[in-house]
C-alpha cells in the first residue's frame, strides 16, 4: 500500500537507461584523469556509487561537451540527469529533461515511463497514465509500464482498469508479488475485499514479512470490519518499519473500533506526526 508505483521500483526509473558511447572515454579528464576513475558515462548512469550531484555533473557534461553524440545517446544522458534530479527532488528541472529525452527519441519508452513518475508525484495522474500508455505502446513487454499505470488508475478511482494492468503484469510474470499486493489494495479500496485478501496473502506467500505487504493486508483487513486481523498485520509491519505512517494511522483506526481510546490516539498522533496529511488518504479511501 505504502508504494503505489509498485513495489520492484522506486519512483524514478533506473539509471544505465543507454550504454556508454565509445566518446565517452574521452571525458576521464573532467573527473581527475586518474587511472580507474570513472568516465562520464559511467558516472552519469550511477555506477561505483555516484552521487546524485555527480551523477547530475556528469549527465551535463555529456549533454553539453560537444561530443560527436548520437541523438539517442543524448536522449539517455537527459533521461538518467532526469532520474537524478528527481531523486534530489527538483521535479520540474526533471520534467524539463525527460521533455528533451523525449524530442531527440519519441522512441525511447523509459524516457516516458520517468516523466510519468513525475506527473505522479506532482499529483497529475492523467498526464501519467498517457505517459505509461505510450510506453506500453512502443514496448508492450514493460511490466513496469503496466504496473505503474494500474497504480495510477488506482489513485484515480478507476479500479476495473487498475486491475486489469495488474492482471496484464502477474500474466506476464506470476511472481511479481508487486502486482498482487497494488491489486490488493486497489481491491480493498473497491470493497472487493475477500478478492484483496487472497491478493495479498499471495504477495506475502511471494514475499514474506514484507512490511509493505502486512500493510496492505491490514487495510484489507481493515475494510472488511475484521479488526483483530488489522490489528495484527499492521503490528507486524511496525515491528518491521516502526515509521510506517500508514500502518500507525490504520492501526489506530483499528483500535478506536475496538474501543481502545488510549492506544488509538498514541498510534493516530505518531502517523500524523510521520504524515501530516494520513487522515485525508485514508479518508479518500473510505476510511474514518
Known amino acids: 500500500m505504502?508504494?503505489?508505483?509498485?513495489?520492484?521500483?522506486?519512483?524514478?526509473?533506473?539509471?544505465?537507461?543507454?550504454?556508454?558511447s565509445p566518446a565517452a572515454a574521452q571525458f576521464s579528464s573532467l573527473f581527475g584523469g586518474k587511472e580507474g576513475t570513472p568516465d562520464a558515462w559511467k558516472v552519469c548512469e550511477g555506477q561505483d556509487g555516484a552521487t546524485l550531484e555527480q551523477r547530475i555533473g556528469a549527465c551535463g557534461a555529456i549533454i553539453d561537451g560537444g561530443l560527436m553524440e548520437t541523438e539517442d545517446n543524448r536522449a539517455g544522458a537527459y533521461a538518467n540527469r532526469a532520474s537524478a534530479l528527481q531523486e534530489s527532488g527538483d521535479l520540474d528541472r526533471a520534467l524539463q529533461d525527460y521533455n528533451k529525452a523525449i524530442q531527440l527519441n519519441g522512441k525511447f519508452a523509459p524516457a516516458f515511463v520517468g516523466r510519468a513518475s513525475v506527473y505522479v508525484a506532482k499529483g497529475q495522474f492523467e498526464f501519467a497514465v498517457l505517459d505509461y500508455g505510450q510506453a506500453i505502446k512502443l514496448?508492450?513487454?514493460?511490466a513496469l509500464a503496466y504496473l505503474s499505470r494500474g497504480s495510477a488508475y488506482s489513485m484515480q478511482g478507476q479500479?476495473?482498469?487498475?486491475?486489469a494492468d495488474f492482471d496484464?503484469?502477474?500474466?506476464?510474470?506470476?511472481?511479481?508479488y508487486a502486482a498482487y499486493n497494488n491489486r490488493c489494495f486497489a481491491r480493498a479500496k473497491a470493497g472487493q475485499g475477500q478478492l484483496a485478501l487472497a491478493d495479498c496473502d499471495e504477495?506475502?506467500?511471494?514475499?514474506?514479512?514484507?512490511?509493505?505487504?502486512l500493510d496492505t493486508r491490514g487495510f484489507a483487513n481493515l475494510k472488511l470490519g475484521q479488526i483483530d486481523r488489522a490489528i495484527a498485520d499492521y503490528s507486524d509491519a511496525l515491528d518491521i518499519n516502526p515509521k510506517l505512517a500508514t500502518s500507525l494511522y490504520g492501526r489506530?483506526?483499528?483500535?478506536?473500533?475496538?474501543?481502545?481510546?488510549?492506544?488509538?490516539?498514541?498510534?493516530?498522533?505518531?502517523?500524523?506526526?510521520?504524515?501530516a496529511n494520513i487522515a485525508e488518504e485514508f479518508a479518500r479511501y473510505g476510511v474514518r
Open 2 to 20: 505504502r508504494n503505489p508505483w509498485g513495489l520492484l521500483v522506486a519512483a524514478v526509473i533506473p539509471v544505465a537507461l543507454l550504454q556508454a
Open 159 to 163: 479500479y476495473d482498469r487498475a486491475v
Open 203 to 213: 504477495a506475502l506467500r511471494l514475499r514474506p514479512y514484507d512490511a509493505d505487504n
Open 252 to 275: 489506530g483506526i483499528a483500535r478506536l473500533r475496538r474501543g481502545d481510546r488510549r492506544g488509538s490516539a498514541a498510534d493516530i498522533a505518531a502517523a500524523k506526526a510521520i504524515q
Open 139 to 142: 514496448d508492450p513487454k514493460n
Open 168 to 176: 496484464q503484469v502477474i500474466r506476464m510474470n506470476p511472481k511479481e
